[in-house]
């Protein structure tokens, strides 16, 4: 049976990241499924460059928000970040396979002799994002030997990268290692097709080719039994916070929070940075309304059926908007929370919307691979 390794932006990042696993997940279980027992899908336990000096078990150093509020809400937090990132630990050891070896730039090249992969897929999450990266890391753009002409990317996004007179060549370079460009959003597709001739398709993220009966197989049972109102921010939002407790008081219930400032919030909210992504399903799926500015918060609100508003944030609106677009819920997304949305989401409409991207989706990877193991 043929391996294919996932390479993707999971295991290393400076904190644990819900959408980063289950995005892996979902990349993981599509390939299995579309392998019809031909090859079976292997995560890569691959750091980039530019993590291999972090701790993840203190990562106050190299986050992006400095601020002394920031600092010390993350310092708060250790506790729960720590148990965190050992829930997460042992969910890609548990829910994966996953190969023996730890790989950087440096042993890469040992891939197929110690794990026996020879072909790749690169995605999803903002792999393709050289801001975020230090430049063009190798292993997304499956730019090295044993990866060149082996490797396909599914969902990969660009983030809000941009390039010059000099970046621009190179990127076309890079992406001439692919058999085929799966992309998450539209914004540099124009100029692939334009400038290289390989297959390239815009895909929806992987979290979404499976169903909310999907992730019940690994969400954890309810974990609180009385009303709650979810805050997941993957950045610091004053509005969000004042958001949700204005909730709260409208549905006489708590708050749930699972960001890095819950810690400083205890008077009014309940944190649970520490959720392992088996319980993040979970308090998504049984929260009354889901108040976030993450991706992710916003996808599994979708799946679970969950009433949502999702705020603005630096360097998400663009893949947010193109989300809520193909769910026809553009309202939905809020500057300040005083903005008008209405009450009800028709949630049918939003999942035959989801059917037939996912269909469009699942055709263009199934091809891909195809084209990957010729």
């Not at 290289?196 to 009966?213: A, E, G, M, R």
């Not at 219930?253 to 400032?261: E, G, K, N, P, T």
């Amino acid at each position: 049976m043929e391996r294919i390794g996932i390479v993707s932006y999971n295991i290393y990042g400076n904190f644990t990241n819900y959408g980063s696993a289950l995005q892996s997940w979902a990349v993981s279980q599509t390939i299995n499924k579309l392998g019809r027992g031909q090859y079976e899908a292997v995560l890569v336990d691959y750091c980039p460059k530019v993590h291999l000096d972090k701790d993840i078990l203190d990562p106050i150093k190299n986050m992006w928000d400095q601020d002394e509020v920031s600092v010390n809400a993350c310092k708060l937090s250790l506790p729960a970040i720590r148990e965190n990132y050992f829930k997460f630990d042992k969910f890609y050891n548990s829910h994966f396979i996953k190969t023996k070896n730890n790989y950087t730039y440096q042993n890469i090249s040992d891939i197929e002799e110690k794990d026996g992969i020879r072909k790749f897929v690169c995605g999803s999450d903002t792999i393709f994002c050289t801001l975020e990266f230090g430049g063009f890391d190798d292993g997304y753009f499956a730019n090295f030997p044993c990866m060149k002409g082996r490797a396909i990317s599914y969902a990969a996004s660009f983030g809000d990268a941009e390039f010059d007179e000099t970046s621009y060549p190179e990127l076309v370079e890079k992406l001439k290692n692919f058999r085929a460009l799966g992309i998450r959003e539209n914004k540099f597709i124009p100029f692939i097709k334009e400038h290289v001739d390989i297959p390239c398709h815009k895909t929806i993220d992987p979290t979404l080719l499976l169903d909310s009966k999907d992730y019940d197989e690994i969400a954890s049972e309810r974990l609180i039994n009385e009303k709650y109102i979810l805050l997941y921010a993957r950045r610091f939002n004053r509005n969000m916070f004042d958001y949700a407790d204005k909730l709260a008081k409208r549905y006489n219930c708590r708050v749930i929070d699972i960001s890095l400032m819950a810690e400083t919030l205890k008077d009014k909210h309940e944190p649970w940075y520490k959720a392992g992504v088996e319980e993040f399903l979970s308090l998504v799926k049984h929260a009354e309304f889901v108040v976030t500015n993450s991706f992710h918060g916003l996808i599994f609100s979708v799946q679970y059926r969950r009433p949502f508003i999702v705020f603005s944030r630096e360097q998400a609106d663009n893949k947010i908007e193109e989300l809520l677009d193909l769910f026809n819920l553009k309202e939905r997304l809020v500057i300040t929370g005083d903005e008008n949305i209405c009450s009800q989401i028709d949630f049918e409409n939003v999942h035959e919307r989801i059917l037939e991207a996912r269909k469009n989706s699942i055709d263009f990877f199934e091809y891909s691979l195809k084209k990957l193991m010729k």
